[in-house]
């Protein structure tokens, strides 16, 4: 066995010795290679990727998740300023099931369950009516964050307290909710009246009207009937501040939108304030126009033309005889030469054009238009490049000329426009960071590493092959030298046994030091 072990060892070091120093290095680095390739292999194949288990969490309730894992001795990990916690993905959904059958996260809020567990004898009235509606107001906060863009809600329900008399007074409850809503998010009128709903129906005696829902920003949801379509029921303030409000919330989220695609969701704020002209204009316009523009004449609906001649001799002094006594005293007629007598008259009735309107002005004209928009940097940047700048002032100037009633829109200078927008750069300071939960997946560089270590590998076996191939052919060259220098004798024995033994001879005599080798090979065979 040792001299096995000599045997390996020797021909290694020959190996090695035959080698050349580039040849050395290229085997050398492929082993380190390989072995750091290994080894990274290992950890990232055996690191696992983590995934939110539980998200939107009080701190309360990341505690008791976290406090419970650390027990079981599970790795986890906080993030979203303590709101998420992410465990490795192939225990997701086995945790899931197994803290639920144990009641975790619990909030630490009354609800249903809570009656099971202090359920008692001494209970008073008081006691019960107090987490009585300490649990409708959890289950309804737990009912509303089931909704889709709502992170979670806040209920105060207030009962009305019972009379010792009886009245015909029905008492009504009162709620008020306050919900998280989900950044960007906007709830449409479907989903509000759904609200309203299932707080009105969760608790008795709780009309529409006494509920009260709002946003975290203070921003009130007003109920509004499904059947309604006009604002018959506001006052003429209310119905002007509500449309107000629905034509400025239209372009801010248009706007939002647009520019939130260019620069980035959380990187632009608008704001924008309208003047809205709400007279109404009633008017009748009777207009009287030539058919023809041009010559400014009408149109002719009947033509009479009159012609008349004359033609007559001359009449002789005293008139024409005849009948009768002559009258004494009355001269006669002075007679004439030859007459002719000719008139044209032509009567043309001529008919315009007569236009009736009866004009009824819509109401809710824009008359005057202010865009504020504030535009963060990128990372790295203090401000945005002026170039970027003129293009967001060029598209928001369209935006105000599209915008305002289209007479007084072109009276305005592209001057006066600007003056209406405001564009500024900066970085936001109140802006709510959240981390975003990293993907554990191989680098780029890892397989670019392995692509070098398998050629190299490949390369490695190319040239042992070669240098085998190389070591076969010199054999083969070898062989035919010894069977051409070692002559034939005519009574020499030409069997197998006869020519390794005139082999082997040659060998000792050439190289005894291989032949020492080989003999050692043969006895430690033995």
């Keep these: 066995m040792n001299e096995k072990l000599v045997q390996y060892k020797e021909k290694g070091t020959s190996f090695w010795k035959e080698r050349t120093s580039a040849q050395k290095g290229i085997i050398v680095g492929s082993i380190l ?3 750091t390739m290994l080894i990274l292999l290992t950890i990232f194949g055996t690191k696992s990727s983590f995934v939110p288990l539980y998200s939107n969490l009080t701190v309360q309730e990341t505690g008791q998740i976290k406090e419970t894992l650390d027990a079981r001795g599970i790795a986890s990990e906080i993030s979203d300023n303590g709101t998420t916690i992410s465990v490795p993905d192939t225990m997701v959904d086995t945790l899931k099931v197994e803290l639920a059958a144990e009641g975790i996260p619990r909030s630490g809020s009354i609800d249903y369950g809570f009656f099971r567990d202090r359920m008692g004898i001494g209970i008073t009235d008081n006691e019960f009516s107090l987490m009585e509606r300490a649990a409708v107001q959890t289950e309804l906060g737990n009912l509303i964050r089931n909704i889709d863009g709502v992170n979670g809600a806040n209920v105060m329900i207030t009962l009305p307290e019972e009379r010792i008399w009886v009245s015909d007074e029905l008492m009504t409850a009162s709620a008020s909710i306050v919900i998280n809503t989900a950044p960007g998010y906007q709830l449409e009128p479907r989903q509000i009246r759904a609200l309203y709903h299932l707080v009105s129906k969760s608790v008795p005696n709780l009309p529409v009207d006494n509920i009260v829902i709002m946003n975290q920003m203070f921003e009130h949801y007003e109920y509004r009937d499904e059947n309604s379509q006009d604002y018959s ?22 706007l939002t939108q647009m520019l939130g695609t260019m620069m980035g969701r959380d990187s632009v704020l608008v704001s924008v304030t309208t003047d809205i002209d709400f007279t109404q204009e009633n008017r009748q316009e009777e207009i009287v126009t030539p058919v023809n523009e041009e010559n400014m004449e009408g149109l002719a609906v009947s033509i009479e033309r009159i012609t008349e001649t004359y033609e007559g001799e001359d009449v002789p002094e005293g008139g024409v005889a005849g009948t009768g006594e002559a009258i004494p005293g009355y001269p006669g007629v002075v007679g004439g030469g030859n007459g002719s007598y000719e008139r044209i008259e032509e009567r043309v009735n001529n008919d315009v054009n007569r236009i009736r309107r009866d004009i009824v002005e819509s109401p809710y004209k824009i ?7 504030m535009v963060e940097p990128p990372d790295g940047e203090d401000e945005l490049p002026i170039e970027r700048l003129n293009d967001i002032q060029q598209i928001l100037s369209t935006i105000v000329r599209t915008s305002i009633d289209g007479n007084l829109a072109m009276q305005l200078t592209p001057e006066e426009i600007n003056e209406k927008i405001f564009v500024s750069s900066q970085q936001f300071a109140g802006k709510v960071e959240i981390e975003a939960i990293p993907e554990q997946t191989v680098p780029n560089w890892l397989y670019v590493i392995g692509g070098i270590l398998v050629a190299i590998i490949i390369l490695l076996i190319f040239l042992l092959f070669r240098k085998k191939k190389q070591s076969e052919e010199e054999e083969e060259v070898i062989e035919e030298a010894v069977s051409n220098e070692i002559p034939d004798l005519p009574n020499e024995d030409d ?17 005894p030091d291989e032949f020492a080798k080989l003999i050692r090979t043969w006895l430690a065979d033995d």
């Excluded at 008359?367 to 928009?373: A, H, K």
């Design 233 to 254: 029921t506001m006052t003429a303030y209310e119905h002007q501040r509500k449309i107000k409000q629905d034509i400025e919330r239209d372009l801010q989220r248009q």
């Design 367 to 373: 008359r005057d238009l202010g865009i504020q928009v």
């Design 495 to 511: 069997s197998i046994s006869a020519t390794k033994r005139k082999q082997l001879e040659r060998m000792a005599r050439e190289k």
């Design 33 to 35: 290679l390989l072995i």
